[in-house]
């Protein structure tokens, strides 16, 4: 896709020497990855597996011509140019076979979401599963920090395949795109900040 094309056009040309040569040794995932990824997630955006299928993951990702370790992605302004590791076909189905409590599991007592824990954005419904949604990011604390979704059971006001960023410490989800295409536009209106030129 266009969109895909240029993302990772201005990606390659923002990157130091070191991290670009070494995205490169990156390749696609294959259909039938593909296949089962729509299978799992039947909204998943077109974008997104256009990327997955130039890049498979760039988070710690083995490949026949080496391991890959680029932090590919950014965020909103809230997040002050940290950056994210695209996660591969595999690493998205193993994280959804975990994810099987709702934030309000998490963060609720006695039936309602403690504010002092969590600040929620009320286009996220609390209720449902994480599994519904598909983790394509861990921030460079693999994921320990910040990981980013795309929210296919949103709540009041919210839209299909919107994007959602959680951050721990202090722990908050918010939407930061209402989809796939918007948030790799808002990622390179943005100049690609995450990039660390020092690399």
Known sequence: MEIVEQYLQGLRQALPEEPREELALASGASAEQLQALQQ??????DSLL???GQINGSHWQEYDAGTVSVLMLGADAGMNGYPY???SVEQILEDRERGNDSIADTYSENGRID???LTLDPRIDAQVSE???LCFAH???NGGTSMLYVDFVPGEGGVVGQI???VHDPDEFCVIADDFDAYL???MARGYEFVDEDD
């Open 139 to 141: 921030c460079m604390n």
């Open 40 to 45: 799992a997630y039947p909204l998943c955006p």
């Open 185 to 187: 536009q808002l990622v």
């Open 50 to 52: 256009a990327l997955l």
């Open 85 to 87: 590791y695209l996660r």
């Open 164 to 166: 959602v960023r959680y």
């Open 131 to 133: 599994s519904t949604r």
């Open 115 to 117: 504010p002092n824990w």
